[in-house]
């Protein structure tokens, strides 16, 4: 009998010093039985009983029906239906907690940042990063200084790309606070495969990924301005035209708010209208899905037809929000994504939970004529390019090319950073040889509604088709996965355990700055030696991810350094549909 | 609801009820040229062209398979099944988010299906799958639309554009006096011939045919049926309490054809066929901008210019 897995080891990776990380498989060259890791057991089970023409056929049966939903994107004049593959990627629930956890606490550092960037600029002044990086940041806009939505959130929406290095620790790849796209793909993607492979998911208890549009509406009503009672949102739409008009549609549709286009939109002493066939109404919220340069002709690019005049104003009276805030790109710079370990520790006191990949900053000292040694085995981007633009991996690049390179870094430190070629981890992935190994990274999508920062259990994997490829890049044929956040115990046990959330608690009351193990063993059992029902009520919370960072640490050998690329981003300009 | 959907709703249904128009017209009279061994094909295609709205080049005889592509086939003719169907499903796309699902993906897998070239055996099938399709379409929205405004508009371009098709098929009927399509023919095309024997209990005759298709009051695709429904979808869309006339100039316009039609003996419309069916497509062209400029108000892109010293 054909094995589904037949030949999937002998992928030749003569350049690759070292291995990625597979997903599935334990050991890449024997994909059989009993290396595969435990969170893909049953799905390999499943898998292993179809023959190679069946999940083809599947997969078939998959494209068909994106092309009949008109889930598709623009292929050379042609319209092709989003890629799928029929393989989902599986996270286990205790793993993704930490994954959850780090993003939700990048979220919140995001949020204090940005209002401080946009507010006081304490951390200017407290020396944590310097003024001329904000200031020399091409999507930080004056314009925005001031304009503060009624509960204070900044960033509705989050995607926070991430990647597994070569030893499977996740890493932090690059922040999309601006307008990150993906997330309808998440909900079709999963739609479709419980329609198409519905005997993958029998064996597992997949978190579901439908909440997704009513967490986003809540939170646009909850940033709503203060006073209005019963909120209007509407979605604001670039058109039809625009690659994610897909999205805006889906979310529009099951939010079941308007889709407007700046057309459609209109400002009168200082608050914002739609045109309806029952005259203008009211908007309170606006979820803006174009760029903060189009927004108000007024304040940005003059020749925008895409938004509205006089939006900002609205803003900043106060009678809109606009989510995510205008400005926001400022966050998104690599530079400043370098400082945002630092951030973290400044803002909420706690180390961060998901590590960054290793950057050089080209205007340390030294670090440019370093990089510029060493250009041909590192990973070079430009600090405002999306999706990959400008990309430079220095391994696959001409000696040409790479001085070339060399000139433009020299040119402008401050445009570039660089990073070590890190191998993605690979997932099985259907393609034209049968199954093989491909590189994937994870963006998750966060929803702050300014109590909590909710976390999608899953997110859009993205896949990078040709073999090696380390760009995940629509152009050249980006696929995507199925994303199943899976666990067979109850949610979260460890966090709401009443004995640790005691003794969690209890133990803010020492001045622990940092907690090893053996350090936290010992406090434990002093924390026992105490009397038990002594309860110190109002703790701050921040311990308790910090202590369970702390343990996960200890579990896991930190992963020497090492890491980096990089996938298109979704956003502006590539995305794949 | 936005005037931009509204917009959108309203030419969905015109698209979707000229390709079912088209394609029963062109079936009617395909077939026609091929069984009627003495007409002159030329002349009666371009008059089939014209009467649809679109014209032939001169110096090039034109044939059965000229006529199949500029009226069904080719994707760039304003009057062709393909352009509605691919022009029903680009407003339904700019309406996604209030389309729903099941509407969105029949129009959309009916344009994708949609063929480039249709075998000379396969004609009358490629019209029964477009009637079918509008059917479908129809089908969707009838059995599954809140009777809302999304609903009205919907249905206010479907009575216009039915109105505006039936006149021209009674118009094909004086294409040219011996070769028109019989009564019978016509009848059928519209799927009203049973009907109509089974209300004059007989074999057709002019003058009963053509009032039956213009003046019936209960049969969905006479001409009055279709204005009546038109002008009741506008009064819902803005219900009237004033004791005087009119206002809307849409319904003014649709009430003045109606009554014309419904007030003149059926002899004196049959005498001047084309001329009554000008007229009528004339009214609802008018009404359809009318309906623009009060419901779709032109949204014009202004454009700013930054400050210049």
């Known amino acids: 009998m054909a094995d589904l897995f037949e030949?999937?080891?002998?992928?030749?990776?003569?350049?690759?010093?070292?291995?990625?990380?597979?997903?599935?498989?334990?050991?890449?060259?024997?994909?059989?039985?009993?290396?595969?890791?435990?969170?893909y057991r049953e799905i390999h089970t499943a898998l292993a009983q179809m023959t190679q023409d069946e999940l083809r056929g599947r997969t078939e049966a998959l494209a068909s029906s994106y092309l009949a939903q008109g889930v598709t994107f623009d292929f050379a004049g042609e319209e092709r239906p989003f890629p799928l593959d029929a393989v989902p990627r599986v996270i286990p629930q205790a793993e993704w907690a930490e994954v959850e956890s780090g993003v939700q606490q990048r979220v919140l550092a995001l949020e204090k940042f940005l209002s401080d960037v946009y507010g006081e600029q304490r951390a200017v002044a407290d020396g944590v990063i310097p003024a001329r990086l904000i200031s020399s940041s091409s999507h930080f806009h004056r314009q925005a200084a001031g304009v503060v939505s009624a509960n204070g959130v900044r960033i509705q929406v989050s995607g926070i790309d991430l990647i597994r290095d070569e030893h499977g620790a996740w890493r932090v790849l690059e922040d999309n606070v601006r307008v990150p796209s993906g997330v309808s793909y998440v909900i079709s993607n999963r739609r479709v495969m419980a329609q198409t492979l519905p005997e993958l998911f029998t064996a597992l208890r997949v978190r579901p990924v439908g909440d997704?549009?009513?967490?986003?509406?809540?939170?646009?009503?909850?940033?709503?301005?203060?006073?209005?009672?019963?909120?209007?949102?509407?979605?604001?739409?670039?058109?039809?035209?625009?690659?994610?008009?897909?999205?805006?549609?889906?979310?529009?549709?099951?939010?079941?708010?308007?889709?407007?286009?700046?057309?459609?939109?209109?400002?009168?002493?200082?608050?914002?209208?739609?045109?309806?066939?029952?005259?203008?109404?009211?908007?309170?919220?606006?979820?803006?899905?174009?760029?903060?340069?189009?927004?108000?002709?007024?304040?940005?690019?003059?020749?925008?037809?895409?938004?509205?005049?006089?939006l900002m104003l609205a803003a900043r009276l106060g009678n809109v929000t606009i989510a995510n805030a205008v400005g926001n790109?400022?966050?998104?710079?690599?530079?400043?994504?370098?400082?945002?370990?630092?951030?973290?520790?400044?803002?909420?006191?706690?180390?961060?939970?998901?590590?960054?990949?290793?950057?050089?900053?080209?205007?340390?000292?030294?670090?440019?004529?370093?990089?510029?040694?060493?250009?041909?085995?590192?990973?070079?981007?430009?600090?405002?390019?999306?999706?990959?633009?400008?990309?430079?991996?220095?391994?696959?690049?001409?000696?040409?090319?790479?001085?070339?390179?060399?000139?433009?870094?020299?040119?402008?430190?401050?445009?570039?950073i660089a990073q070590p070629v890190v191998q993605l981890s690979t997932i099985p992935t259907l393609v034209d040889d049968g199954m093989r190994p491909r590189h994937a990274d994870l963006r998750p999508f966060a929803v702050n509604d300014g109590n909590e920062v909710w976390v999608l259990p899953g997110g859009l994997t993205r896949v990078a088709m040709p073999e090696g490829q380390l760009v995940v890049n629509s152009s050249q044929g980006g696929g995507s996965k199925d994303t199943w956040v899976v666990?067979?115990?109850?949610?979260?046990?460890?966090?709401?355990?009443?004995?640790?959330?005691?003794?969690?608690?209890?133990?803010?009351?020492?001045?622990?700055?940092?907690?090893?193990?053996?350090?936290?063993?010992?406090?434990?059992?002093?924390?026992?030696?105490r009397t038990r029902d002594q309860v110190v009520p109002d703790a701050p919370q921040q311990i308790q991810p910090q202590q369970q960072q702390q343990q996960d640490e200890g579990e896991q050998p930190i992963p020497p350094a090492g890491a980096a690329r990089i996938t298109a981003r979704l956003d502006e300009g590539s995305e794949p549909c | 609801m936005l005037s931009r959907i509204a917009e959108s709703?309203?030419?969905?249904?015109?698209?979707?009820?000229?390709?079912?128009?088209?394609?029963?017209?062109?079936?009617?009279?395909?077939?026609?040229?091929?069984?009627?061994?003495?007409?002159?094909?030329?002349?009666?295609c371009r008059l089939l062209l014209s009467v649809m709205g679109t014209e032939a080049p001169d110096d090039t005889e034109v044939t059965r398979t000229d006529v199949l592509e500029f009226l069904a086939?080719?994707?760039?003719?304003?009057?062709?099944?393909?352009?509605?169907?691919?022009?029903?499903?680009?407003?339904?796309?700019?309406?996604?988010?209030?389309?729903?699902?099941?509407?969105?993906?029949?129009?959309?897998?009916?344009?994708?299906?949609?063929?480039?070239?249709?075998?000379?055996?396969?004609?009358?099938?490629?019209?029964t799958w477009a009637r079918e399709r509008s059917a479908l379409a129809i089908g969707i929205m009838e059995s599954s639309a809140s009777r809302d405004e999304t609903w009205r508009f919907f249905n206010l371009g479907r009575a216009l554009e039915r109105a505006d098709m039936t006149a021209r098929l009674l118009a094909t009927r004086s294409l040219s006096e011996a070769s028109g399509p019989s009564w019978t023919t016509i009848l059928r095309s519209v799927g009203a011939y049973e009907a109509y024997l089974r209300t004059y209990r007989g074999m057709p005759s002019a003058l009963h045919a053509a009032e039956f298709l213009l003046l019936d009051r209960l049969f969905p695709r006479s001409i009055i049926y279709s204005l009546s429904r038109a002008e009741e979808y506008m009064r819902e869309l803005e219900p009237r309490s004033d004791r005087?006339?009119?206002?809307?100039?849409?319904?003014?316009?649709?009430?003045?054809?109606?009554?014309?039609?419904?007030?003149?003996?059926?002899?004196?419309?049959?005498?001047d066929l084309p001329q009554h069916m000008d007229d009528v497509q004339a009214a609802t062209s008018a009404a359809s901008e009318a309906i623009r400029s009060r419901y779709f108000p032109a949204n014009d892109v202004s454009q700013w210019v930054g400050e210049r010293t």
């Open chain 1, 7 to 39: 030949g999937y080891g002998a992928t030749s990776r003569t350049r690759r010093r070292i291995e990625p990380w597979d997903e599935m498989f334990g050991d890449i060259s024997s994909p059989h039985g009993s290396r595969v890791r435990a969170p």
């Open chain 1, 212 to 310: 997704y549009p009513q967490k986003l509406l809540n939170a646009l009503r909850a940033a709503a301005p203060a006073g209005v009672e019963d909120p209007v949102a509407v979605v604001l739409t670039p058109g039809v035209y625009n690659s994610a008009y897909f999205e805006h549609a889906l979310l529009a549709r099951l939010m079941g708010v308007e889709l407007v286009e700046g057309r459609d939109l209109f400002c009168s002493g200082g608050r914002v209208y739609m045109r309806t066939t029952a005259g203008p109404s009211r908007v309170d919220v606006i979820y803006k899905r174009v760029d903060d340069e189009f927004i108000d002709p007024l304040q940005f690019r003059a020749d925008s037809m895409l938004g509205s005049p006089g």
């Open chain 1, 329 to 416: 790109g400022v966050a998104d710079d690599k530079l400043v994504y370098t400082y945002l370990p630092d951030l973290i520790r400044y803002y909420l006191s706690e180390e961060p939970i998901l590590p960054n990949v290793d950057t050089w900053r080209l205007e340390d000292p030294g670090a440019l004529e370093e990089v510029l040694d060493r250009l041909d085995e590192l990973v070079v981007k430009p600090v405002d390019g999306s999706g990959g633009k400008g990309l430079v991996v220095g391994p696959d690049a001409t000696r040409a090319e790479l001085d070339t390179l060399a000139a433009q870094l020299r040119k402008d430190p401050r445009g570039w």
């Open chain 1, 487 to 529: 666990g067979h115990e109850p949610l979260r046990t460890a966090y709401h355990d009443v004995g640790n959330l005691v003794e969690d608690q209890a133990t803010v009351t020492e001045a622990i700055t940092i907690i090893r193990p053996e350090d936290l063993e010992r406090e434990r059992e002093r924390v026992r030696n």
């Open chain 2, 9 to 44: 709703l309203f030419w969905i249904g015109r698209y979707i009820e000229r390709s079912d128009g088209t394609a029963r017209i062109l079936d009617v009279h395909l077939q026609l040229l091929l069984e009627d061994p003495w007409i002159e094909e030329d002349t009666a």
């Open chain 2, 73 to 127: 086939l080719d994707r760039d003719q304003p009057a062709s099944i393909a352009f509605s169907l691919n022009a029903a499903r680009e407003n339904a796309r700019r309406a996604r988010e209030v389309v729903s699902t099941e509407l969105w993906e029949a129009l959309n897998t009916t344009r994708a299906r949609m063929p480039h070239r249709v075998a000379s055996d396969k004609v009358h099938e490629f019209f």
């Open chain 2, 244 to 271: 005087v006339g009119v206002g809307d100039s849409a319904q003014r316009l649709l009430g003045q054809i109606r009554s014309e039609l419904e007030y003149r003996s059926i002899a004196d419309i049959i005498e």
